[in-house]
């Protein structure tokens, strides 16, 4: 029996199970559950994770370990942020899923700056945090006002 991992992919990503062993016509079957944890049975886990499958033949048990990563989820850089010169990154808005590396950082002098930001999506459980995104912002200048 081998087990082979994969990559999360937002739907029912589930591992490779391949098993080779009959008994009496029927095929063997599989038990999956999760590592150092609750059985899953025979349904195979789509979620991202470490886990084990079995299979138990003549009451000897065969055990493999493998695992489903997370996988990298899919963003669009944020563009057309403006802000004024005097301004913080704190009183610029990003998307839903972004924020600011450093929002106490000001949004320096007239023209494009890039700033770093983290994506972190709705499902952590299954897609990774993206780091280090270079997002750029527009600087106008202030209106003084008399």
């Not at 992919?9 to 490779?16: F, I, L, P, V, Y």
């Not at 349904?43 to 499958?53: D, E, F, L, M, R």
Request: charged share 15%; hydrophobic share 35%; glycine share 8%.
């Amino acid at each position: 029996m081998s087990a082979a991992g994969k990559t999360y992919d937002g739907t029912a990503s589930k591992a490779t199970v391949e098993t080779t062993g009959i008994l009496n016509g029927k095929a063997i079957p599989v038990v999956y559950a999760v590592k150092d944890g609750e059985s899953l049975g025979e349904v195979a886990p789509t979620n991202a994770g470490q886990y084990t499958v079995s299979i138990t033949l003549e009451g000897k048990k065969v055990e493999v370990e493998f695992e489903i990563t997370k996988a990298d989820p899919t963003y669009t850089i944020p563009t057309n942020l403006t802000a004024t010169y005097g301004q913080q990154l704190s009183e610029v808005q990003l998307p839903a899923g972004f924020a600011w590396s450093r929002n106490d950082l000001w949004v320096g002098s007239v023209g494009n700056n890039s700033f770093t930001a983290t994506y972190t999506p709705e499902d952590t459980n299954n897609y990774n945090v993206v780091e280090n995104l270079q997002i750029t912002v527009a600087v106008s200048a202030k209106t003084i006002t008399e």
